[in-house]
């Protein structure tokens, strides 16, 4: 079930940020005891070695669980996806939903899913985990006057990121939607291909699919600008 493969992947996550904050621990301990060592240089490489060894392998095994569900999600969803294309009644959805359309949800969403969606979680992850981790650090090693800088921080971000996805739902609403029609107009292009050809009108077509890209490359520049935007905040 989903419940206890997302428990097992914070576990493994757990244990990563774990190994991880202790291989610095143990870093500064052998920078520290340098000049009175109580053991060999061998035996603190050694150690920092093992632990370094262990939380990339446990980065392997976070990595491999995010991508065989991935795979998972992307097979259940493009054979419900295709189910219901297969059984939706023509006069009710093929004679008003355009073919670009659904060339796009078979084709660019599924690959989002396939490509980027694993590695966006996975990014979130450690992200994540990072973060808890240094701010229980500094709560540790440092001062409790932390903690009001942590809740300031957090505050900021969430009002950040309330705008930034507000913004960037439309922008990417706007950008599938302009991207229907380039796929619906180019098979119908190559459909009518002889037709074209026969009343010399390349030139028209040709011009009408550059302002079709036109208009879908100022959303994608767009998407760019944001998504830069939001990371330099």
Not at 26 to 36: G, H, I, K, P, R
Not at 121 to 133: E, H, Q, R
Request: hydrophobic share 45%; glycine share 4%; aromatic share 18%.
């Amino acid at each position: 079930s989903f419940q206890k493969i997302y428990s097992n992947l914070y576990k493994v996550m757990f244990t990563w940020i774990t190994l991880q904050t202790l291989s610095n621990f143990w870093l500064s301990y052998w920078s520290d005891t340098s000049a009175n060592p109580e053991h060999s240089n061998t035996f603190y490489f050694g150690v920092y070695a093992s632990l370094g060894l262990s939380y990339g392998f446990f980065s392997f095994v976070r990595t491999w669980m995010l991508t065989m569900q991935s795979i998972k999600c992307s097979r259940t969803m493009h054979k419900n996806m295709f189910s219901k294309i297969i059984r939706a009644p023509v006069n009710l959805f093929f004679d008003r939903v355009p073919t670009g359309r659904l060339l796009n949800r078979l084709s660019k969403d599924l690959a989002v899913l396939d490509s980027y969606i694993s590695t966006a979680f996975g990014y979130l992850l450690v992200t994540v985990y990072s973060l808890l981790s240094d701010i229980v650090v500094c709560l540790v090693v440092g001062t409790f006057w932390v903690f009001p800088l942590v809740l300031l921080f957090f505050f900021t971000s969430y009002k950040i990121q309330r705008s930034y996805m507000r913004v960037n739902r439309e922008v990417t609403r706007l950008e599938g939607i302009s991207k229907s029609p380039i796929v619906s107009y180019f098979s119908e292009s190559l459909a009518g291909l002889t037709s074209i050809r026969a009343y010399n009108e390349q030139d028209k077509f040709r011009n009408k699919f550059h302002d079709l890209q036109s208009a879908n490359i100022k959303n994608l520049i767009l998407s760019a600008g944001l998504y830069n935007w939001f990371n330099l905040r």
